[in-house]
Each structure stands twice: as C-alpha cells, then as structure tokens.
C-alpha cells in the first residue's frame, strides 16, 4: 500500500506541475493587466504602463514568474491581488470554505437521494415506480444549470419571498444554490446507481443470499450495493472534481462568495496571481479526492487491496 502510495503522489505531483505551467501560460494571453488597471484613468503613457508593469512584477521573463510563483507555492504565499494589494492568501482563505461548504452539501444530498432512489428503480424494473425515477431523472438531467437556478430564484425569492436571492447569510440563502446543482447530478446519479445495481443483482452470491433467508434490505445494502460501489465511487470522485471546476456559474448567479466568484473576477481583471492560485488550489483538491478514491477501492474490495 505503501508503494502504491508514493507512485500516486509522485503522479500527482508532475500532475500540478503541469497544470501549474499550463495555466500560466495561458492566462498571459488573456492580455495585459496594467491595460487593464489603466482604463478610464484618462491619458496615461507607455512610460506609466511599463512603472506599473514593474510594480505587479509581469515585465520579467515567464520562466522567472512562474518560477516565483511555485517558490511562493510552497511557502503558502501567493503573491497580493493587482487589485488592492490584498495577500491572495487572504482572499483564498476566505474564499475556499464557502466553496467546500457548498461543493460537500451538494455531493451530500445528492448521493443520500439518488442511492435509495437508484435501487428502488432497480428492485422495480418495470414497474411504475421505475419507470416514474427514470423519466424524472431525465427531466433533470435536461435542465442547463443556470437556467434552473434562475428559475429557482423567479420561483422562491420573487414570487413566494422565501428565501433570499443571493448572498451567504444563513441556512436559508445556502437552499437555493445547493439544490440548484444537486437536482441536476441526483439526476444523472439515480441512473448509474439503477444501472449498477440491475448487473449486480443477477449474480450468483446475491440469489445465494436471499436463498440463506437475509432480509431484503441486508441483501441490497450490505452485499448488492458494496460490491457495486466502486464504479459508483469512481463516478462520484470525478463527479465532485468536476463539481468544484463547474460551480463557478451557480456562485456567480447566486454571488456566493466562492472560488467560483473569486476566479470569474479575476479572469475580468486579468489578476494572473489569484487566477493561478484558486486554478491551482482546485486542482489539488481534484488530484486530492482522486487519490482518496483509489484508497478507498482497497478498503472495500479486498482483492484490490491484495494485489
């Protein structure tokens, strides 16, 4: 376990080495930041252009800033905004508890209902009930995220008042956006879960256990549903490292105080520091749960954890 371990963490390593370097280079192409910080300043020079390229440090080479920005990576220091001076740092810590706040409760309500939903579409095949789960989750699944948002907030913050439009001020303001995106992933999640479960429920040791006379429910929970969790785990690690890359529209619509909102305000000001830290960040954390679910294929599949 140990090698495995260390292979994975070196992979990951040249993983956020190259994606490091990649963003770097990319959002140098989005153009020049003292442009931007000069618009409506009325008459200003090149001469004032190239003092204020000096001062954000973006007049030296792309291998020495993306140098000093890795430097700055392992000391945790990230450079200030362009934008007020403030420590990047600052704004990430600040930033970054919202988004695994809102990130985690979506993962949360959606798995809680889609697991229970999925089997029941799967113990019914072809009944009612199956068919009732399959098109709902279909008509979830043809709901593009923002519009569904926007309807939510036409629904329950304008006409009804009840809960408030935007912002985090509390458990209500929190409703709207998590609900938002967990419609939409409960929706694709109902039908992996059914369709893991319908293979899963033709083999032998499940017959073998409902032969020993186990309750329907032991037989479907503790041996159906563990022995097809690992491509359900490996659908829901990808599916919340590709959550935390695609929340950026729901935290926009909702001015939730995200990494999303951070990132979207910082590529509309061209902000190279806090553009590459959040890109970075998030690609941790991605590389982080990628990890956690291969640990988690030895914990529940001995023979993985054997080999």
Not at 227 to 241: E, K, R, S, V
Not at 265 to 277: F, I, N, T
């Amino acid at each position: 376990m140990a090698n495995f371990l260390i292979k994975r963490l070196l992979q990951a390593i040249f993983v956020l080495f190259a994606v490091t370097l990649l963003v770097a280079f990319a959002i140098r192409l989005t153009g020049d930041p003292a442009l931007m910080l000069t618009q409506g300043a009325g008459s200003v020079t090149e001469a004032d252009l190239v003092l204020i390229r000096e001062a954000l440090g973006i007049n030296k080479p792309f291998l020495e800033q993306y140098l000093d920005f890795i430097v700055g990576l392992f000391q945790l220091d990230f450079g200030n905004s362009f934008l007020g001076g403030t420590s990047v740092s600052e704004l990430i810590s600040t930033s970054l508890p919202a988004t695994l706040l809102l990130a985690g409760a979506v993962m949360v309500i959606s798995i809680v209902i889609s697991i229970p939903l999925g089997i029941k579409a799967a113990v019914s095949k072809g009944q009612w009930s199956d068919q009732f789960i399959r098109i709902t989750s279909l008509i979830g699944l043809s709901f593009p995220n923002f519009w569904l948002a926007l309807m939510l907030v036409l629904v329950f913050s304008i006409w009804l008042q009840w809960l408030p439009p935007s912002g985090m001020s509390g458990f209500a303001s929190f409703v709207m956006p998590a609900f938002t995106m967990a419609i939409i992933l409960t929706a694709t999640n109902v039908r992996l879960v059914r369709s893991s479960m319908l293979e899963t429920l033709q083999a032998q040791y499940v017959m073998v256990a409902r032969a020993k006379g186990l309750s329907e429910n032991t037989v479907l929970y503790k041996h159906a549903l563990r022995n097809c969790a690992i491509p359900l785990i490996t659908y829901f690690g990808l599916q919340f490292g590709g959550l935390l890359g695609g929340i950026v529209v729901i935290e926009r619509v909702f001015n939730w105080p995200g990494l999303g909102t951070l990132a979207f305000d910082a590529v509309s000001s061209r902000d190279y520091p806090v553009l590459q830290a959040v890109i970075t960040l998030l690609s941790m954390l991605i590389v982080s749960v990628n990890l956690l679910v291969d640990i988690a294929y030895g914990l529940i599949d001995p023979r993985i954890r054997t080999e």
